[in-house]
């Protein structure tokens, strides 16, 4: 009994139909069946006009994948089976010489991929039923249309034919019959168009166009297999850090066509505006065009809130009736998914179908948008806002915008549409390889393109924005940029681009590859030169989410900050301390470098004092300014930290420098640099180990602190300091350093008389792996631990965090590692060590105060680690701490 269960379990099914005959999927099995084929089945179930066909699940192509290319044991028995039900639900024969079953072959994966992998239309098409087709719709040029454009994306897609061999021979046509646009072309040139396609295909493929359907069918799955692989999808994987899926499913779907006349078209549409979020519906579409047409920039397609004005000659309604099912359509979907919807249609004769719905991508502010609004409409619950609004996307909504005084001054080269918004500005790029190679060597770069393609994203991701002369709303550059939350205006017609002469043309003015350009994602206007930006406002829907999140989070939010005015904008941005104010960059300003370098080269202790006594104003200094911006909440100091090379002069004139103000000759200087050099500087003599070797440091920074302290108690700020010891391995260095510490803040109170409480915290940075496993014993001397993961993970992992470039690229597209682990925490490995760290601190130390100070601080996923192993709070960098806020909260309720 067990074993044939067994055998009949949903694993072994390869193939899985939709149709009114019966529906095998639904929404829940994205995974199996890719998000398109789980909601074509969705969407069947609940009664929308969907095409029938089937989906071949994702496990398949996972088989296919590790046999090293050979379809999966009986899967095309499977699959002739189906299109028996297929063919038996349309009414319709495959391979059928008068009237055939067409079918569609689509990718689509678990997490959706634009542009990724074609598509194919058309299927089931040959020479003897193209004209079967022609006969039975009485539409020869329809019927040809068809078969042309299955040639072109079989010979593309399957046999790898450069779709450009088949534009030159359209280009030939259309010259020939004296037209411009595919739509023109009469169908005598249709009819020649198909000979010449299967001559390009021929002369390319060394054989013929494939006549026998199932043969066409087999190719084109096996295609979509393949494609899984290919370059292009492993870096779209790579960028959007996509790991972890088994495949893309295959849809076979039957045709339906919006190429048979002014009748009929095709559009692609969101429920709601995905740009600004506004609740308007918000889409395209395109009279007499099938599949691509809408996207891929050929005519310019037309708002579908104009559709009510589209008349056909044989039905002058057609227009208003459509609009309003799709109306309907609309609403029933949002209701359905609960979310913003991103759909495709096709209108056949004037009847409306569905080819694919899924949640829509949306910028970071369409997302706060929708989520407030959806929860004024009661579609969702205040929760499910909150879980919803991607944490890392709310940085477009801190981003910068340009200054409106600035843009006034200065009226626009021309505008273009506002595509996805943010205002960005850099020297313009031509191709995508220019734009990686240009902004790695560390140039701001606009991508100007005529319109871009998978291929390119590599490039658009490395550009501050990305400007195209041609294409749409949804438009390739679109919706990758507003997925990305990038900056594009795309359509800007006014541009001539000339890509090999590297220059562009503006309504008579010339810009090259040298000139700067400044481009408005949310106006659509491109401006010369780089335009001055302002600061966001943070209110409205922003701050309810923020409320929101700051109901349900446990974790507390901190920054990392070391000046008062980073201070000032984290408190705004919400932080609620400090949690690492790091003091070595206060050592750079001015004339304190030479200070510091006196002390690194005295020889004696007198000389070292006598330059740190020069230092310690500055520090004391710097440190009012930032209890007073942070007023009543904590600030963690950390001591000095790195090693002392870095503050050394190696430069003729800073050697002299120091050597005249320490007395003695530059070649002694010299001579003490060369001694003070290490060969692994990060591994020596650093943080803690100085104090150790020089306790005059700590005791100047300590005595900064205390005076600082003290000096704002007096004009009634309440500055809450915690002195935090890097560096520390064992307990014995933290019980000398904690010793010195508190004697040092003692003897301050002495010395100014100062009567009052100052509870200064004194704890350590835990970022050696020996402190972590040692946590019991650190947390006897600790009053609180910050986990530094940016050391832990390099010395956990033993990879340096400045060469790790060298190779860590190649480790993740290899999947050797699933992410950068300086990015996101490694929860597996460091986690391991921060939760026994945890454990072991509160045993020895109930009161103990545990938080993590890494640039993973910022990071949702690692956010949520931080809350599970029970820190008490987060801290990360200023722009990131309304992301941390939510983060947080979607870490609680995920709980
Ligand atoms: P992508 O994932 O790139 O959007 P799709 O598989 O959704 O690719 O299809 C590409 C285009 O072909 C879309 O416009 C889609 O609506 C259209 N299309 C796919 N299948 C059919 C079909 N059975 N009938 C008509 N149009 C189809
Ligand atoms: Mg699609
Ligand atoms: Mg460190």
Redesign the pocket.
């Known amino acids: 009994m067990a074993k044939k269960k067994r055998a009949a379990s949903s694993s072994s099914k390869m193939v899985y139909y939709f149709g009114k005959t019966r529906t095998d999927g639904d929404t829940s099995m994205k995974q199996l069946l890719g998000g398109?084929g789980a909601n074509l089945a969705d969407m069947t179930s609940i009664g929308l006009p969907v095409?029938a066909?089937f989906t071949i699940t994702t496990e398949c192509c996972d088989q296919y994948s590790k046999a090293k290319g050979k379809m999966p044991k009986g899967l095309m028995e499977d699959v002739a089976k189906v299109v028996k039900t297929l063919e038996k639900e349309t009414g319709k024969q495959f391979g059928d010489s008068k009237d055939p079953l067409?079918?569609?072959v689509?990718?689509?994966a678990a997490v959706?991929?634009?542009?990724?992998?074609?598509?194919i239309?058309n299927l089931g098409l040959n020479d003897e039923s193209v004209v079967g087709l022609s006969n039975k719709t009485g539409n020869e040029r329809f019927a040809y249309d068809a078969y042309r454009r299955l040639i072109n994306m079989y010979g593309d897609v399957v046999m790898e034919v450069g779709h450009e061999y088949f534009e030159e021979a359209f280009d030939k046509i259309k010259k020939k019959y004296g037209v411009a646009l595919d739509t023109d072309v009469p169908t005598q040139g249709l009819v020649e168009l198909v000979d010449a396609y299967k001559r390009v295909y021929k002369k390319h493929t060394k054989q013929d166009f494939p006549q026998d359907p199932m043969h066409q069918l087999e190719l084109a799955i096996e295609a979509v297999f393949k494609s899984w692989d290919s370059d292009k999808a492993i870096s779209y994987r790579r960028i959007e850090g996509i790991t972890g899926l088994k495949g893309t499913a295959v849809?076979v779907?039957?045709?339906?066509?919006?190429n048979m006349g002014d009748d009929s078209g095709?559009g692609?549409a969101f429920t709601r505006n995905p740009s600004t979020g506004e609740n308007k519906f918000y889409g395209e579409f395109l009279v007499n065009a099938?599949?691509?047409?809408?996207?891929a920039g050929i005519r310019t397609p037309q708002p579908v809130k104009d559709m009510p004005k589209w008349k056909a000659p044989n039905d002058k309604t057609i227009g208003k009736k459509v609009h309003a099912e799709l109306m309907a359509i609309k609403d029933k979907l949002e209701k359905h998914y609960k979310d913003v919807q991103d759909i495709?249609?096709?209108i056949?004769q004037g009847k409306l179908?569905m080819?694919?719905t899924r949640n829509g991508k949306r910028t970071g502010p369409a997302a706060v948008r929708i989520a407030c609004e959806m929860v004024k409409e009661k579609l969702i619950t205040e929760k499910t806002a909150v879980m919803r609004i991607p944490a890392g996307d709310l940085t477009q909504l801190l981003l910068p915008s340009f200054d409106p005084a600035a843009k006034k001054k200065q009226s626009p080269l021309c505008v273009g549409l506002p595509a996805s918004p943010g205002a960005a500005f850099g020297k313009l790029a031509f191709t995508a390889n220019e734009a990686v190679e240009r902004s790695h060597a560390g140039e701001q770069v606009l991508l100007v393109r005529k319109e871009t393609s998978p291929e390119d994203v590599d490039g658009m991701h490395s550009a501050a924005g990305i400007l195209t002369s041609t294409g749409g709303m949804t438009s390739h550059a679109a919706v990758v940029a507003r997925g990305w939350g990038k900056c594009c205006v795309a359509g800007a017609g006014a541009i001539e681009i000339n890509e090999k002469g590297r220059k562009i043309t503006v309504n008579g003015k010339t810009y090259t590859h040298k000139d700067v350009l400044s481009i408005d994602g949310s106006t659509g206007e491109v401006f010369a030169g780089q335009m001055a930006t302002v600061e966001p406002k943070l209110g409205g829907d922003f701050a309810t989410v923020m409320k929101w999140a700051d109901k349900h989070r446990r974790l507390g939010i901190r920054t990392n900050a070391d000046s008062p005015a980073d201070s000032k904008r984290a408190r705004e941005f919400g932080a609620e301390g400090i949690g690492l104010c790091r003091t070595e960059h206060m050592f750079f300003e001015g004339d304190r470098i030479l200070a510091m370098r006196e002390m690194i080269l005295a020889d004696n202790l007198e000389a070292r004092e006598k330059a740190l006594t020069k230092l310690l104003p500055y520090q004391r200094k710097d440190f009012e300014g930032i209890f007073k911006a942070m007023n009543g909440l904590p600030v963690t100091v950390r001591l000095l930290d790195p090693p002392l090379h870095e503050f050394l002069p190696h430069d003729k004139k800073g050697q002299a420098d120091v050597a005249r103000s320490l007395a003695i000759k530059p070649a002694e200087v010299e001579r003490r640099v060369a001694q003070l050099h290490e060969a692994n500087p990060m591994l020596g003599h650093r943080g803690c180990r100085l104090s150790i070797t020089y306790p005059e440091i700590l005791t100047m920074q300590v005595t900064a602190i205390t005076e600082a302290v003290i000096n704002c108690k007096k004009k009634k700020i309440d500055a809450q300091a915690e002195v935090m010891i890097p560096l520390v391995g064992t307990v014995q260095e933290l019980a000398i350093l904690r010793q010195l510490a508190q004697e040092t803040i003692d003897n301050v109170v002495a010395a100014k008389k100062y009567g009052g409480k100052l509870d200064i915290l004194i704890g350590t940075m835990i970022e050696i792996p020996r402190a972590a496993l040692t946590a019991d014993e650190v947390a006897t001397e600790a009053d609180f631990f910050s986990f530094g993961t940016n050391d832990l993970t390099q010395m956990t992992f033993g990879y340096s965090r400045d060469d790790v470039n060298t190779f860590l690229p190649d480790y993740i597209g290899q999947e050797v590692l699933e992410k950068d682990p300086f990015q996101s925490l490694d929860t597996s490995g460091v986690g391991q060590l921060v939760a026994m760290a945890v454990e072991k601190g509160r045993r020895t130390n109930a009161k103990i105060k545990l938080g993590i100070c890494g640039e993973h601080g910022g990071d949702p996923a690692s956010i949520n680690f931080c809350h599970k192993v029970g820190l008490d709070y987060v801290s990360c960098s200023p722009f990131r701490v309304p992301i941390a806020r939510l983060a947080a909260a979607q870490a609680a309720l995920a709980d």
């Open positions: 398109k095409p066909g067409l079918v569609s689509r990718s689509g959706s991929m634009p542009g990724m992998m074609n598509t239309l849809n779907q039957s045709m339906v066509f919006g095709t692609v099938q599949g691509e047409d809408v996207v495709e249609f096709t056949e179908y080819l694919q």
